[in-house]
């Protein structure tokens, strides 16, 4: 048997860019996305210091930092979680850190049985205990999943820490320190949100192992 043709719908009009064009396009955005970055306040950038120490002093006592998101802040915790377990720039032992974004039978169970905003809260309930740290991660500081996860965290006696844009949103009220990057632009604020896990790491990396 043959396949079946399926009517897809066109993709959308052809229209052709110059080179020209596009190279200034890509300059646009590279700039932009510099022009973030070197927002960042002498606040922000002790933030980022202060939230180092208090992953190192985790991890130090023997605890687990946990990162969670959805879409691409989902992508940004199993990231740096991986930073963690494996390492960014130094060879030394494995830290515990964990995404709560990767179990799908979890996942799909929890949203499925009870509400999609309990997908992330749920997971911390069985498995985040008193001297964890528990990152949420949202571009507006709105995903009712996160803010329903880190408000679990707390009453476990858990640090809880939030990653968001420029308002912050209802999650930088949720958290004990929320880290807010100077954009309201999705794509920015990604970008500079693996940016400053990085960083985070690089110092975490520093203070564990010498």
């Not at 066109?10 to 020209?20: A, D, E, L």
Request: with cysteine.
């Amino acid at each position: 048997m043959g396949r079946t043709k399926t009517n897809r719908p066109p993709i959308g009009q052809k229209r052709n860019m110059k080179k020209s064009d596009m190279i200034s396009r890509i300059e646009q955005e590279l700039e932009e996305s510099c022009r973030v970055k070197q927002r960042f306040s002498d606040e922000l950038k002790g933030q980022i210091s202060e939230m180092a120490s208090k992953v190192a002093k985790v991890l130090r006592a023997g605890k687990t930092v946990y990162w969670l998101g959805n879409g691409g802040s989902a992508a940004d915790a199993q990231h740096l979680a991986a930073e963690l377990v494996g390492k960014l720039r130094k060879p030394r032992r494995a830290y515990a850190s964990v995404a709560l974004t990767t179990n799908s039978s979890t996942l799909t169970a929890v949203a499925n049985d009870m509400a999609f905003d309990e997908i992330f809260s749920r997971q911390v309930e069985a498995s985040v205990r008193a001297g964890d740290i528990v990152i949420g991660i949202s571009t507006s500081g709105n995903s009712a999943n996160v803010i329903r996860a880190v408000q679990t965290a707390r009453k476990q006696k858990a640090l809880t820490a939030g990653w968001t844009g420029q308002s912050g949103g209802k999650l930088a009220r949720a958290v004990d320190l929320c880290l807010r990057v100077p954009s309201q632009d999705t794509q920015r604020i990604q970008e500079a949100h693996i940016t400053m896990g990085h960083i985070l790491c690089g110092l975490v990396e520093d203070m564990l192992s010498g």
